[in-house]
């Protein structure tokens, strides 16, 4: 992930042979709510999960895109349809009897407000049928 300005991110693929050695490889620039990106290999090959907040407007409403991390431009080949909680929940995919478990969470606040930025509430997950 890659911020332009403060609350503007986007995601990013850097490769490289070690961490002192990365390239900046793919990346999609024109989404500015998003942030949390996974790599995950599925069936169709290696994707880049990521997570589309509310200030995406009508291009990339809130959700959970899927990305081809192979192209420099990082196209969105899907989406995941699952619920989307408030807060920008970070897609994990946990394989789990033959199917997939989606480990994010929500914004609840406990005991009190939200301390602020970087805590995100109850975790939740939800299994693929």
Same mark, same amino acid.
Do not use: C, K
């Given at each position: 992930?890659?911020?332009?300005?403060?609350?503007?991110?986007?995601?990013?693929?850097? /490769?490289? =042979?070690?961490?002192?050695? @990365?390239? *900046?490889?793919? *990346?999609?620039?024109?989404?500015?709510?998003? /942030?949390?990106? !996974? @790599?995950?290999?599925?069936?169709?090959?290696?994707? @880049? *999960?990521?997570?589309?907040?509310?200030?995406?407007g009508r291009r990339h409403?809130?959700?959970?895109?899927?990305?081809?991390?192979?192209?420099?431009d990082l196209p969105e !080949?899907?989406?995941?349809?699952?619920?989307? =909680?408030?807060?920008?929940?970070? #897609?994990?995919?946990? #394989?789990?009897?033959?199917?997939?478990?989606? !480990?994010?969470?929500?914004?609840?606040?406990?005991?009190g407000p939200l301390p602020?930025?970087?805590?995100?509430?109850?975790? !939740?997950?939800?299994?693929?049928?």
């Open positions: 992930m890659s911020a332009s300005r403060w609350f503007r991110f986007h995601p990013v693929v850097a /490769e490289g =042979p070690s961490l002192d050695d @990365l390239w *900046l490889a793919a *990346l999609a620039p024109g989404r500015t709510a998003t /942030e949390g990106p !996974v @790599l995950v290999r599925t069936t169709a090959g290696w994707r @880049l *999960l990521a997570s589309d907040g509310r200030d995406g409403p809130a959700g959970y895109p899927v990305l081809d991390p192979a192209r420099q !080949v899907g989406r995941l349809r699952a619920a989307y =909680p408030s807060n920008i929940p970070w #897609p994990s995919l946990v #394989p789990h009897d033959g199917g997939w478990l989606l !480990v994010g969470f929500d914004g609840t606040s406990t005991g602020g930025y970087g805590t995100h509430g109850d975790v !939740v997950v939800q299994r693929s049928v």
